[in-house]
Structure formats: C-alpha cells, structure tokens
C-alpha cells in the first residue's frame, strides 16, 4: 500500500481535478449556459451577433487549444508511480529521497520517440525517452534518460545541427519519425563521435517490445555528494522487472499502421489492468580520485562504464501504478529539466549535460507560455515552494505581502535564506582552472573502441539485425558519397560489419580493416542476456473457428493466465463459436480486427472442423506464419496441428501421429487431444514464450 507519503502529490492534484459532472454547463467565467448549439443571430437566419460572449470565448478558447509540441520527444505516454529505495545511500548522498526504504517518493515518469511528431507511430527506429520525476521532499528531481546509454554528440552546441538532420527534411517534411533519410546519415557519417550510438540505434534496442520491458540510462556521469561533502561519480541505470525485449524490425513496421499507438497504449492497458510496470534503479558508483582510471573520458556522453568494470549496485525500485487523468494537462505539461536537482545529487563538466541545463528551461518557456509553469499542477513540487519571483503569464498563486526583493526589513526578511544544514543545495566545491578555449578535449578523440565493444558482445542473431538495419537505412540514401563514407565510419568499428553493410549495399567493401577490432565484450550489452524467466503480460492469440476443442482452450486459457499472460481467443467473428464437444466458446476479437504482430505467440488448438475451417483460411494461416517469421512461440493441439503442417513452415519438424509432444525451433505441437498432451503442450509454450523470440528458424527472414 503507498504511504501517504506517496500519496502526496496525488493528494495535492485533487484540487485541480475537474468533473464533468460537477455541476451544469457555464462559461469560463461561471455563468450558467442554457444553448451551446446555437450561436445569438438577428432572426433564425440572420448574422451572428459580436455579444454572443458564450460562442465567442468557446471559438476563442478552441482556436488557442494548442501548445507548440516538444522540439524534440514529442510523442509520449506517461504515468505516475512510487520510487523506494533498498536501504539508505547516506555513504555516498544525502539526497533525502534516497535515505532509506522508509522513503516512498512519488513520481512521474514520461516515455517517448525523439525524432517523431505528436502523432507519430510508436514502433518506429528511434531512441527512446525515459524522463522521471522525483516529487521528493527536497523538490523535485529529474531524471532526464533515454533507453541507451550513450548520446550523438558530445557538446551540446552540436545538438540543434543533430536534431535538425534527424528531423524531416526541411523541403519538403519527408520522412516523419525516420532516420532512414539523407540528412541524417550526412551528418552522422561526418560526425565520427555519433557512430557509437548510431549502433546502438541499428539494433534492437530502438525498437522496444514495450516502455515496460526496455532499460533508462542516465547516460552522463553525475555526481552524487554526501553530507560530509565527499562527491562520488555516478551513472543512472533503469532495468524492467519484465527483462529488455524488441520487436523485429519488420514486425515495427506493421505495427506502425495497424496500431500506432501500440507502446502509447500498452503502458496505458497495463496500469489499468494493475499490472504495475516496474523497473529497478541501480548505480555504478566511482570514487573521484578514479576519474582517470578508465580507457576513455568518464565526462564524455558517447561513453559507457562497462558493467564488468564497475557492477551495477541496485538501490530501488519504482513502480508505476496511476495513468494521468488527463493526456494534455499532465502528460504534455510535464516539464523535464535537468538542473532539477537536489541537495546530494550536482552534475559534471559533460559539455552535453552542461548544456542541456541551459535548453530544457529555455525550452518550456516557449512551449508552456511562460515561466510560470513550475505551477502547473503535474509540475508542483510536494515541497513548498517559497520565494519572490512574481507574475508573468498564468501567475496561478496569490502572493500576499508587500515586499518581493530580498534582502528586506519590512517582512522581517522573509522569505529567510535556508543554512545548508537546512537543506539549502550547496554546489559541490570543485577547483576548476583554465583559460577560454572553444575546443574539445583530447580525452574524447576515440570514437571507435566502445562502438566495437558493442558489436563484439552481440549474439549472431543481433548482429545479424544489425546489419540489416544499416542496410535498410543507408538503402534510403540517395546520396552514394554518404554510403560509402558510412561503411568507411564502419569499417573503423569492424572489418566483417562494414563488409556485410558494404555488400547489402552494392558499395564496394573495404579491402582491409581500418584498425584491429581489440576483440573485448561485454556481455551485459547484449538483450540475449537478458532475463527470460516470465510470460507475465504476454498477449497470446487462440485461434479458433467452429467446432474448436473447448477443453484445450480452456487449458490453454487457464495455464497461460496462471503465468500472468493474457490469452485471446480469435475467430473469424466475434460473439461466440461452437465448440467441438457441443457447446459454445466465447470470441474475444474477430481476427480481423486484430493482426498477428498485435501479439506474442499464437497457437492453435484441436477439434478437426476448426483445424479445417483454419487451414482454409488465408487471415489465420497469416497468423501463424507471420508469427513463426517474426520469431515467435507457436503452439498446436490436436488436429491444430495440421493447420501448421499445411503452412509447410521450412523445416520445422512437427508432431506426427501418436500424440508425442515435439518440440522444434520455438514451436511445440501434439497430436493428441488429451488433458495430459495439452498440459505439456502448454507448459512447454509458456517457456518458449518467455525465451521472448526464437531466432534461427530455417526461414529466418525477421530481419528483412
Ligand atoms: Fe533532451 C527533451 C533526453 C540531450 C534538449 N530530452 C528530452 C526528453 C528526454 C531527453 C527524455 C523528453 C522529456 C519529456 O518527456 O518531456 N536529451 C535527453 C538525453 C540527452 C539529451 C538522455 C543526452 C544525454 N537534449 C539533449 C541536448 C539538448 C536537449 C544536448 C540541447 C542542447 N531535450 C532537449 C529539449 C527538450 C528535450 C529541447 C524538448 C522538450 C523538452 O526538452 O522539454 O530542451
């Protein structure tokens, strides 16, 4: 249960909260309205009259309705959760919030595409955002991530000239929410400090299954100061209870159109159903006198600490347990920033996060209008807030009183200056030296090793991804000189990448290798390490038609529940159909309303005129083998069997006669109908559906 703690800051919305059934319609200014259909004319079909205050402040209103979307992150979804930590971090910060279990901060997180427009689909290739918000009892703390752990550029003068690339190409606003263009892959090619996150970018992990199953990176090293004032390096590491899992490529791309809003949507379903997304806040901790311990510059963003160099050490988790009650008031009010800072938690010489101070207030003064919008209600910190900024755009507060200023006498001084023993935040002391110099340092000239470190830890079947993502994106490029400076970029990151690039694209590759791949891994890098040991959430599709076998359905909806997954029964309609035992079962989707992408595996149970009616059926044959091409666990029972021996899936070895459970390449199947078969049939499933995806089939064309 929340402590009233984490109930603070839904506490203190309630206020804000508007009913729609909270009384009769009346304008904004309270007075009741008893027509919204017709505006005041001079005779039924005269002129409309300029008095008709009511149509005049509802047109008004509406025409000012829109804010000028984020210029970056546009597309999002978000939720309101709790933050505990495991036990207190006082050794390292005295941030409050971090002090022990028995701190409960509520907060509100904000995941997003970079690149795209608001309405933009949700499964295209793009980094991802993670920005939380900590309402501590301190003031709020931001946590501005992405899903990676490594950034484009490594100052924040280059970040304009990055996003202006990325964006739609200014003639003609081509492509949305795409790398896949010129512009992009021009000014990647020449910027060697991107390639590292550019790969990040070509594999999985820009295309998450789900916001509740990808990784948040702080991704600068911070620094958190304890009370003695001892600063310590830090790196923010989010890791998903459920494990990091993507979609295929191919896969993103029809979800795309047939549900755009699939990420949007998942998260929002999940709260509501009271699957509580959770994710565990871990550290890597380096003492100061470290700093330059390590092969590459610990202020540099295009870097990461290898986990095996420095373990992650676990200090809490978040659960998000509360969808907003309003899209535009809260989840496009929030406003990110990340010098909301703490006492015990003070940043770094990164030239990006320096300059990222600068840009996210600057930004929200033209997107919300004004520097009043620490006050909108999903921005208000639970701690009080107290000082002489005045008026401005929407001043929501009545400040009483006659002084502003400080210091002054007529108020007694008030509001008083806090001592830091007081919680004042107090600037790390750090000696800082030097002349003006408009350069970069040295320390951040290698731009290679890293970005081979992570192709080194791929498994095959991710660098196989790899590659066909570069070759998709570079594919688009009508620019050859672009293409061929980029597989030379990747050629400095490994000879064999480069090459298979090279040969997708018809550019000749490179005769020898730019330098020596150093051959070093780090397996944490790679999603096949991650946890596989759940089907909680997992959408599994039932195919059915009449004369389906009721038993095996109800096992399969039984045993798969059990494990938390949410089996679907489809049919060719909805309502219900005959079972094949004399009586009914009830369709949950008509298939057509749905699409195989929509889901994590499918299978198909017995009873011989369903498994007939199926096999005949080109939308349910496209089930299956859409879901076997994507790499998915299959199941079929019975005579289900045979609507996947009639897809002749290549080499997939199916059960025969006898009723023996086989299992071949993520597809299990048996022939016999019995409670026993079904039973294994089913246990077997639910493993290979948690394994997440089964790469390798014989037919292996997911990456295509
Ligand atoms: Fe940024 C939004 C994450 C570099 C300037 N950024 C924004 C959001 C996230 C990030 C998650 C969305 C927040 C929300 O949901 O409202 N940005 C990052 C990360 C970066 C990064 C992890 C590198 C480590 N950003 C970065 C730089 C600059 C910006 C270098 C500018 C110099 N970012 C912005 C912005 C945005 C923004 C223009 C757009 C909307 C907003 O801030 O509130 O100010």
């Known amino acids: 249960m929340p402590t009233d703690e984490a109930r603070g800051k839904q506490e ?22 008893d027509d919204t259909d017709n505006s005041l004319k001079v005779g039924e079909r005269g002129p409309t009259l300029l008095e008709d205050f009511h149509f005049r402040e509802k047109v008004t209103h509406f025409d000012h309705e829109r804010i000028p979307e984020r210029v970056v992150h546009a597309r999002g979804a978000g939720a ?108 990647v090619s020449l910027q060697p400090e991107s390639m590292h996150m550019v790969l990040w970018l070509m594999s ?46 191919e896969e993103a791309q029809v979800v795309a159109g047939k549900d755009p809003d699939y990420n949007r949507r998942d998260l929002w379903e999940a709260i509501e159903r009271g699957d509580y997304p959770e994710f565990e806040l871990a550290v890597q901790l380096v003492p100061e006198e470290d700093e330059f311990r390590f092969d590459f510059d610990l202020l540099d963003p295009t870097k990461i600490i290898p986990e095996e160099t420095v373990p992650l050490r676990p200090i809490g988790r978040m659960v998000l ?52 919008f620490e006050q909108l209600p999903v921005n208000r910190p639970v701690a009080k807030v107290t000082n002489n900024q005045r008026d401005g755009y929407g001043q929501q ?35 800082v030296d030097g002349v003006k110099i408009r350069k970069r340092s040295e320390s951040f000239s290698d731009h290679y090793r890293q970005a081979t470190l992570f192709w080194n830890s791929m498994a095959d079947w991710e660098k196989e991804h790899i590659v066909a993502a570069y070759r998709f994106e570079l594919g688009k490029v009508t620019h050859p000189e672009i293409r061929e400076r980029t597989v030379e970029r990747l050629n400095h990151i490994d000879h064999a990448l480069a090459t298979a690039v090279a040969e997708g694209l018809g550019v000749t590759p490179p005769a020898e290798p730019a330098g020596r791949n150093h051959g070093r891994t780090s397996p944490a890098l790679s999603q096949a390490n991650s946890p596989m040991d759940t089907i909680a959430t997992r959408r599994v599709a039932i195919l059915a038609a009449d004369g389906v ?6 096992v399969l909806r039984e045993k798969l529940s059990g494990g938390g997954a949410m089996p679907e029964v489809l049919a060719p309609h909805a309502g219900e159909v005959r079972s094949a035992e004399g009586g009914t079962v009830p369709v949950d989707r008509a298939m057509s309303t749905m699409a195989s992408v929509l889901y994590d595996a499918v299978c198909v149970p017995g009873g011989a005129e369903s498994a007939a009616t199926l096999g005949a059926d080109g939308l349910a044959r496209h089930y299956v083998a859409e879901a076997f091409k994507h790499g998915k666990a299959l199941a079929a029972l019975g005579e289900g069997v045979e609507v996947l021996r009639g897809l002749a899936l290549p080499g997939l070895r199916l059960a025969g006669a006898g009723g023996a459970v086989v299992e071949d390449q993520g597809v299990v199947s048996s022939t016999g109908g019995g409670a026993a078969e079904a039973e294994e049939v089913v246990a077997a499933f639910a493993d290979l559906i948690a394994r997440h995806r089964h790469w390798g089939r014989d037919s292996d064309s997911t990456v295509a």
Not at 12 to 33: K, M, W, Y
Not at 204 to 228: C, K, L, W
Not at 345 to 361: A, C, E, K, M, V
């Open 549 to 554: 076998s009721a038993d095996q359905v109800a």
């Open 321 to 372: 347990d509360k969808n907003p009650d309003n899209f535009f008031a809260e989840t496009e009010q929030v406003a990110f920033h990340t010098a909301h800072v703490v006492p015990g938690i003070d940043f770094t010489n990164d030239p990006l996060l320096q300059g990222r101070n600068h840009s996210y207030l600057d930004t929200q003064l033209i997107r919300l209008g004004g520097p009043n």
């Open 397 to 431: 507060r009545v400040h009483t009183g006659r002084t502003s200023y400080a210091p002054n006498s007529i108020s007694g001084g008030c509001p008083v200056l806090a001592s830091p023993d007081a919680g004042a935040y107090v600037h790390h002391q750090e000696r």
């Open 204 to 249: 999985d992990r820009s295309i998450p299954r789900s916001y509740r199953m990808m990784q948040g990176f702080g991704v600068h090293t911070f620094r958190f100061v304890n009370a003695e004032g001892r600063g310590t390096f830090v790196k923010f590491h989010w890791r998903p209870v459920l494990g990091t899992h993507s979609l295929v490529w």
């Open 80 to 187: 309101y959760g709790v933050f505990r930590p495991y036990e207190s971090l006082a050794e390292y910060t005295k941030a409050d919030f971090l002090q022990g279990p028995d701190r409960e901060t509520p907060v509100f997180v904000r995941f997003s595409t970079v690149a795209g427009s608001r309405g933009s689909a949700d499964t295209v290739r793009d980094v991802r955002g993670f920005a939380t918000k900590f309402y501590t009892r301190e003031g709020n703390y931001d946590l501005v991530g992405n899903n990676f752990p490594v950034f484009f550029i490594q100052d924040a003068i280059k970040f304009p000239d990055f996003v202006h690339a990325v964006k739609p190409e200014p003639d003609n606003e081509i492509p949305q929410a795409q790398s896949a263009h010129d512009t992009f892959w021009d000014f």
């Open 12 to 33: 203190q919305l309630d206020p804000s909260r508007a009913r729609p059934d909270d009384g009769p319609l009346t304008t904004n200014f309270g007075t009741r309205v």
